[in-house]
């Protein structure tokens, strides 16, 4: 048994790893991982972009796709791959996530694609006030599935809460050397914890979890820590809770499994939950918590976009080079 067995076993929270490779599935790494205690791999732009750059993994696949368009080589890639399809069939459910971003044009899309039984993995929520909407898409597109399909208890979906980059954003504006510094980000992920246990136990989400409905769990993201100073687990060991999710970069992962302390969570207790999402009230009225959060939803879009403009430039390259011999 390793520290993330235990962070499941005994914490109800679902270790994942954020980052997924071809290679790791011809060579034993996903299945090691597996075997380690990781439930889940999540991806996107940015991550396969650097994979596709850096790696050989996937040159021969791309070749192989023949002219039909960068585009086109990327969503061959990241979905219908012969290895994926294996795994797929050997897990025996269909437990692929579709990521959708938490903007406002986004969330109509979300209820819609949970309508269809599809899997939702709703990335890039940076406030309260977006999250309480992801909810309420979760809701909305599960009672139209329930309207529509009869069954929803086959639906899954993740609302993925992006930790790290709230206190990136936040410390610059606080006085050096003062104790409100990183502070913030694991203060909103109590509150988002906060809220999500209220959404839940509203007669709204009853209904549904009497339905058969899976409950939408929180997934932290951006777990990382980008500040040298502070601890490398503090956006791991803090915010361990009950169903929820922890996607973590290789490093971090490898740091949990290494000293993973989850008793120091503040999540584990009613008080400690209110006492952790009471230090946004802590901030100084200067500080505009929806000002920082909004223009992070707009740069992390953005970020997203451009990471993916240069994965398909990266696929056009490759589609044209020599496959390895």
Not at 20 to 30: N, P, S
Not at 44 to 71: H, M, Q, R, W
Not at 257 to 272: A, E, M, N, R, V
Not at 296 to 306: I, M, T
């Amino acid at each position: 048994m390793t520290k993330l067995n235990d962070l499941y076993n005994d914490y109800g929270q679902s270790p994942w790893i954020d980052n997924i490779r071809l290679d790791w599935v011809k060579d034993g790494t996903l299945e090691r991982l597996v075997s380690e205690g990781v439930r889940g791999v999540t991806s996107n732009p940015s991550i396969f972009a650097k994979t596709l750059a850096t790696s050989s993994a996937y040159d021969e696949l791309v070749v192989e796709c023949g002219d039909i368009g960068p585009e086109m080589v990327f969503e061959k890639l990241a979905a219908t791959v012969a290895a994926a399809k294996r795994l797929a069939g050997e897990v025996g459910r269909d437990n692929v996530m579709i990521k959708i971003p938490a903007t406002k044009e986004g969330l109509p899309a979300i209820m819609e694609v949970l309508a269809t039984g599809i899997n939702v993995n709703v990335t890039l929520i940076f406030s309260l006030e977006r999250y309480g909407e992801v909810i309420t898409a979760w809701m909305e597109g599960l009672e139209t599935a329930l309207a529509r399909r009869g069954h929803i208890n086959a639906i899954a979906s993740v609302a993925s809460f992006f930790v790290s980059r709230v206190d990136v954003a936040v410390d610059p504006l606080l006085p050096e050397d003062d104790p409100r510094r990183g502070t913030t980000a694991n203060a909103q992920v109590a509150g988002a914890y906060e809220l999500y246990r209220r959404r839940m136990a509203s007669d709204r989400a009853l209904a549904l979890l009497e339905a058969g409905a899976q409950v939408q769990r929180p997934l932290w993201a951006s777990t990382s820590t980008k500040n040298p100073a502070y601890l490398d687990l503090l956006y791991v060991d803090a915010i361990v809770a009950d169903e929820t999710v922890n996607t973590m970069p290789d490093v971090t992962l490898a740091a949990t499994l290494d000293h993973g302390d989850f008793t120091t969570s503040t999540l584990l207790t009613d008080d400690g939950i209110r006492a952790a999402a009471a230090k946004l009230d802590e901030l100084p009225e200067d500080v505009s918590l929806e000002e920082v959060t909004a223009k992070l939803e707009v740069d992390g879009v953005a970020a997203f976009s451009s990471a993916y403009d240069d994965l398909l430039a990266t696929v056009e390259k490759k589609m044209h080079e020599t496959p390895p011999t």
